[in-house]
């Protein structure tokens, strides 16, 4: 079946439903006849084209400034889209494009302002492999590997006995849903900026970290037990108060368009 996914609205047509739904029972159709090849074909299918709609759902939260909802989807589109890649051919991981998706997942995280978030650590009792049930012990495995399909369904360990250990505050956590800021107190200028720039999710973009340097002079406004404009971490009147000019981080931001007038400034945040 042919259909166009490129825009906010393409995502909203009620085909989408049939097909995922027509590839569910395909899948269920092959588990029966024992033909695992197909039934993982359509496993694939299906989770790329949710990786699709996922990555437009999160330019709808982005375009309409839900910062929160959006960072949350691009972390499930980063997992979904690792998923797919370890069980897809490289031509079938561009072709759909996951690729594409898995890059701007990366590249639009790192403009946002999130650093720091809570990282639980559990305990827990014993695993069991979601494929055939078994508990997994150190020296007790099944054949299944973890993250692997196995008749179109993808191979998970469930944890049983949970409980929580303890909390604590990272800057480079293993799930990045939970953020600690309060949105209203950050700065989301970088978000908004490319998110104003794009009109729909598949356009190509890039960005570019660099730093520049800018005379000590446009600095006077700011308060010198601020952060320094470096980004060192240090305060500005233990850091770079004294030098001529103050090297700041920097993004260039590289479009297939031209950019409009006015975007194409540099912007001065101080
Ligand atoms: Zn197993
Ligand atoms: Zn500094």
């Known amino acids: 079946m042919k259909f166009k996914l490129t825009t906010v609205n393409d995502a909203h047509q009620p085909v989408i439903a049939k097909i995922l739904k027509d590839l569910q029972q395909k899948k269920e159709k092959a588990v029966e006849i024992g033909n695992e090849t197909l039934a993982n074909d359509c496993w694939r299918e299906a989770e790329a084209l949710k990786l699709n709609i996922q990555y437009i ?12 909802d959006a960072w949350q989807i691009l972390e499930r589109c980063e997992i ?4 797919i890649e370890k069980n897809s051919s490289t031509e079938f991981f561009i072709k ?4 594409f998706i898995r890059e701007k997942v990366c590249k639009w ?7 720091m978030f809570f990282s639980p650590c559990f305990t827990v009792e014993y695993y069991t492999c979601s494929i055939c049930g078994h508990k997994i012990r150190p020296r007790s495995r099944c054949s299944h590997v973890k993250g692997r399909i196995y008749n179109g369904d993808l191979c998970v360990h469930m ?6 250990k303890e909390v604590s505050l990272v800057s480079k956590p293993v799930q ?6 309060n949105d209203e107190t950050l700065d989301f200028s970088l978000v908004d900026y490319l998110a104003d720039l794009l009109e729909n999710p598949f356009e190509d973009w890039d960005i570019v970290w660099t730093r520049m340097s800018f005379p000590i002079e446009m600095f006077s406004q700011l308060n010198p037990s601020a952060e320094c404009p470096c980004k060192s971490g240090k305060n500005f009147e233990a850091c770079c108060i004294k030098k001529q000019e103050v090297s700041i981080p920097h993004v260039d931001f590289v479009l297939s368009k031209k950019i409009p007038e006015g975007k194409a400034e540099i912007y001065f945040p101080y």
């Open 176 to 181: 990045k849903y939970s953020v600690i800021h």
């Open 109 to 115: 995280q790192s403009l946002f302002p999130y650093c």
């Open 80 to 83: 979904k889209a690792s998923f």
């Open 96 to 99: 759909s494009r996951g690729v």
């Open 57 to 68: 759902k999160f330019f709808e939260k982005i375009k309409a400034r839900k910062y929160r």
């Open 159 to 164: 944890a049983h006995g949970m409980s929580i």
